[in-house]
């Protein structure tokens, strides 16, 4: 029997009262005969373009719905637009996925398609439906086409190259002003492997997409066949009770990590996938991502660290034929919901261009695209994209340069007498989680214009930021616990010496650990931002980087309700 029977199938005057309301839109008797009933979650707004064209890819999986006998019922849930949303899209992306585990719960919904494309609507619906583990699946919106300006190829990535180019004096404000009308050409999200398409490409390694199309471009008609197809699989999906928490195992995420690595992804998708793990139960430790890391060869040359798009990828062949090379360190017998496994799912898929999918025996390089820190000024962790580093820099020891927070580090920046070379370490913060809060993607801090002018495009910064997935340069992202609540990273000073060892992967504050002691008793925190409404409900459960940034009382799962009654 399916849940939505208790609220259709009663012949009491709530079911009556709930035939009758559903029955104002149209519908007659017919979607009342034993169709299961399929919630199609929407992010669609056009407040977050990304996911702009989501209302036409709905329409394609009521298509398939329809074909496979299910009932489907489209609602909207909160949008998350990065390009929009201040301070940050991540400050809301436990609200959303509130949102969507809270519609499932609360209606008369048999299994569930979500549809997301902007980076943080993917694990908002991913931790929803975790947590209320309904049948479900997900469509992401696909990437845009390759962004092109003039005769030059352009991506979200070359819009930081563009912009210090600008600031450098090598290219005009004329020139940036053209490139912000071609480098997104289509519907869709970023379309470089920023976090967007590092997390679609998350969904389909989880096992949580159809097979191939995360990289589908949104403009393609395949995306929309694809939806379709997606329409008629959670019906399946729904009559043999197929959960998330059939696949979202301990070894599904073990394959988006190795993928991660593979694909050489964004640093974000570390938390978001942390975040969707803690609501499946599955615990997955931050060092669980540099174990991995260290024999899963970079195999994608996408840009911020490689040369191609998502569209060049797809036409490589896209994940299936990725994740084709890395058989051997992938957990085959895996289920997805395409109701078949792993194994099954890559049969078929071959590499059609090397220069976009490297072979296993000749990868980019041999070891993953992110490694994991520890040091005496990140205990818990801390996070760097070595694929989007400068490698020169990954052995390193410089002078600190503190800023204490965001506003300072624009204020003094470009100051001609700021205290800085191409061997500093650049320090921010009060950028993290709660310190921000909402943890922003400042972790990029911007290499000062005196710098710029001499040409140096990379030096090492620190932060207990994220940064941009489609961003580069060497960042230590991420670091745990954050200088707001009285991490080491707080008792750091301009002129302490700092070292960043990759090959032992450390991070080290050169102060005597009395003297760092005696700095954090000093320490006060700053009066907290918010202190009324959602704000303040984020600053008092907000997790740390390691934990995902999930809410302290969203980890976990609870039971789906039946209807009971609810008139006379
Ligand atoms: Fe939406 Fe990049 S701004 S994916």
Redesign the pocket.
């Given at each position: 029997m399916y849940r939505s029977e208790n609220w259709f199938g009663r012949r009491d005057v709530d079911g009556f009262l709930h035939r009758a309301w559903v029955k104002t839109e149209g519908f007659t008797d017919e979607v009342f005969k034993g169709r299961p009933v399929i919630g199609i979650s929407n992010s669609w707004s056009e407040l977050t373009n990304?996911n702009a064209h989501l209302r036409l890819v709905a329409d394609a999986v009521k298509r398939g719905v329809w074909q496979a006998g299910g009932f489907p019922l489209e609602f909207p849930t909160m949008s998350l637009?990065?390009?929009l949303m201040k301070p940050t899209a991540m400050l809301y992306r436990n609200l959303m996925s509130m949102d969507v585990e809270e519609t499932i719960r609360a209606n008369p919904i048999d299994g569930v398609v979500m549809l997301a494309?902007?980076?943080k609507t993917v694990p908002a619906n991913l931790m929803g439906a975790a947590s209320v583990n309904v049948p479900a699946l997900m469509i992401t919106g696909g990437p845009m086409l390759n962004g092109r300006w003039r005769n030059r190829e352009v991506g979200?990535t070359d819009c930081w190259k563009i912009n210090e180019e600008m600031r450098g004096g090598r290219m005009t404000e004329e020139e940036m002003q053209e490139v912000e009308s071609c480098v997104g050409r289509s519907a869709g999200?970023?379309m470089v492997m920023?976090t967007?398409s590092t997390m679609a490409c998350m969904v389909e390694a989880l096992g949580m997409t159809l097979p191939g199309a995360a990289a589908i471009p949104a403009a393609d008609s395949r995306r929309y066949q694809a939806a379709e197809t997606a329409g008629r699989q959670i019906v399946e999906l729904v009559n043999r009770n197929i959960r998330p928490s059939d696949i979202l195992t301990r070894k599904a995420f073990e394959n988006a990590i190795r993928v991660l690595h593979a694909i050489s992804g964004s640093t974000n998708a570390v938390i978001h996938l942390i975040a969707i793990a803690g609501r499946i139960g599955v615990d997955l430790p931050l060092s669980i991502f540099d174990d991995l890391s260290r024999d899963t060869p970079w195999l994608v040359n996408l840009k911020p660290a490689g040369r191609f798009m998502m569209e060049d990828f797809y036409y490589a062949g896209g994940l299936p034929a990725m994740m084709n090379e890395i058989t051997d360190l992938l957990h085959l017998d895996e289920l997805t919901v395409s109701g078949k496994t792993v194994r099954e799912n890559l049969i078929d898929a071959e590499v059609v261009n090397r220069e976009v999918i490297a072979a296993r025996n000749q990868p980019f390089r041999a070891d993953g695209g992110l490694v994991v820190l520890r040091g005496n000024l990140c205990p818990n962790g801390a996070v760097l994209k070595q694929t989007a580093a400068t490698e020169r820099l990954l052995q390193h020891e410089g002078r600190a340069i503190v800023f204490e927070d965001f506003e300072e580090l624009h204020r003094r920046v470009d100051d001609p007498d700021l205290d800085i070379d191409e061997d500093s370490v650049m320090v921010l913060k009060n950028a993290g989680p709660k310190g921000a809060p909402g943890m922003p993607e400042w972790g990029h801090l911007p290499i000062p214009k005196k710098l710029l002018a001499r040409g140096v495009m990379d030096i090492v910064r620190l932060s207990d930021a994220r940064m941009s997935g489609t961003a580069y340069g060497t960042a230590v992202l991420h670091i745990s616990p954050e200088s707001a609540v009285g991490g080491p990273l707080a008792a750091v000073r301009t002129g302490d010496r700092i070292e960043l060892d990759v090959r032992n992967r450390r991070l080290t504050l050169k102060v005597e650990d009395r003297e760092i002691a005696r700095r954090l008793e000093d320490w006060r925190p700053r009066p907290p931002k918010y202190k009324r409404g959602y704000g303040h409900i984020f600053l008092n459960h907000v997790l740390q980087a390691e934990d995902g940034c999930d809410f302290d009382f969203l980890r976990g799962q609870s039971a789906v309700e039946t209807a009971t009654q609810t008139y006379g």
């Open positions: 990304c637009g990065e390009a494309g902007c980076d979200v999200h970023c920023g967007a």
